[in-house]
């Protein structure tokens, strides 16, 4: 199965402190680490998938699926983008090539330190838990508009509606 996107590369860098000139091929899997590791827990298996199905399809923007667009638009992809801040800053500092594992140091420019990166994730999740909140607080308000919301079973992902729960992963 393909798979969607919920934000592309132009939104992440439009709307947050990443330069436009960072290569999309160094952030986009961050992207899809956001959205499977955050996005998905909240939205469950079968919104999701309903999601993906429409992008996939290319039917988000059809009249009768208005409210799964606005969904995307107003409240997931505000959380994606700084989930996605969350996953990409530490990792930022390198690359890893064919002469291994290396650390970033421009000509002109300071690397920042592992503290200060700390604190930028810090200001990324407060962001996310903030727009995440308003997320599940939409989706819980106007669960009648999204009846795939509720609509879990078996091994799906029940979506989670307590932000407050949620354990960053440490690797």
Known sequence: MNKALFISVKDL????????NVD?????HFIEIAQDIYIH?????????KLQSLIIADTLDDAGNSNYK??????????????????????????IDNSGLTRHRGENEDVVDFAEVDRLVDKARARADFYTQRMVDYLCNNSNLFPEYLNNSNED????RDNNNFSSIVI
Do not use: V
Not at 24 to 28: L, N, S
């Open 13 to 20: 860098k439009d709307k947050s402190i990443i330069n436009g």
């Open 70 to 95: 606005l969904l995307r638009d107003n409240y997931i992809k505000p959380c994606m983008i700084w989930f996605t801040h969350i996953e990409y800053l530490p990792e930022s500092l390198f690359t």
């Open 24 to 28: 999309a091929d160094k952030i986009i």
């Open 157 to 160: 992902l029940r979506p989670n």
């Open 41 to 49: 827990q909240y939205l469950g298996t079968s919104l999701y998938d």
